[in-house]
């Protein structure tokens, strides 16, 4: 049996898209899904537990990602286990080879490759993921897909690990390049920001998460952070990228500068999400392929 662990804070708007590809082919036996609405003012659990088995619904008070991982752990017995996203589609093919790609000697954790969901972005937005698809660091990584699985080693690897706002970030970084694996020809379908500011409140928690770990004791040592070598190459290589390049660089350093006023503030980044992502027409399985395929990106 898949565990699948699914954190759902007001997440009704998408949370469907995602349980009806996930039991849409699931066998008898073969899932066990929890979905975890934690802090909720809408109906998510009401939508969650409305396709029945294999999904189950567990509701925590609190609104905390946190809270609602620890929860799913308590409740997912056994191994593999997967951490997804609830506004990310997933199917359930790209599950199972998942799955078995987590059998193979060594491989401690899996993600799949991702395709962006870019339809109806403005060009900042889009200049914005070119130039993210392409860094080095977010081609090689587990982080920013929405969907981490782990075998029983690899979550004993990630459990060790002091809790973090970047949890996707650090669950990459503890597993070597030989113990996780980006697996071929599975694929997440993520949906990007649909407005400025959003992005800038995705990339604010995003800087939050890494200054997080940079200062956190028995975290791992690499942050992933981007190098300007690596945009300097990237503008060199293809002129035509410059502009880009340039448009990712003023967001990156915007997004630092308010994750430290943030910080100092004593605000709270749980939810510095994009709520425009979710909203709009849904992304069905056929323009999954079609809205460009990145292997791998955060």
Known sequence: MLRIVIPAHNEAQVI??????????????????LVVA??????????????????RVLSVPVA?????????NR??????????????????????????ALQRPGVLAVSPERTLAMTGRRWPIRWYYDVWARLPEVEQGLFGRGVIGVSEAGYARV????????????????????????????????HTPRTFADLLRVRTRAAMGVNEIERTEDAPDSTARTRPADLVRMASRDVRLAPRVALFLGVALLARARARRVAA???????????SSRTGPAVDGDQRHANGKYSTIR
Request: proline share 6%; charged share 25%; with cysteine.
């Open 38 to 55: 934690n802090g909720c003012n809408d109906n998510t659990a009401e939508v969650a537990a409305a396709f029945g088995p294999p999904v």
């Open 16 to 33: 469907g898209r995602l349980l009806g590809q996930l039991v849409a082919t699931a066998e008898e036996g073969e899932f066990d899904i």
């Open 265 to 275: 503030r004593h605000h709270d980044s749980e939810w510095l999400r994009a709520e």
């Open 75 to 100: 409740a997912a017995n056994g191994f593999p286990r997967f951490y997804v996203d609830a506004d990310v589609e997933l199917r359930a093919e790209d599950v199972r080879e998942l799955g078995q």
């Open 159 to 190: 459990a060790a690990m002091p809790p973090v706002l970047a949890d996707d970030l650090v669950a990459s970084l503890v597993f070597s390049p030989a113990e996780r694996v980006i697996v071929p020809g599975t694929m997440v379908t993520v």
């Open 64 to 72: 905390s990602k946190r809270e609602a991982l620890a929860a799913g």
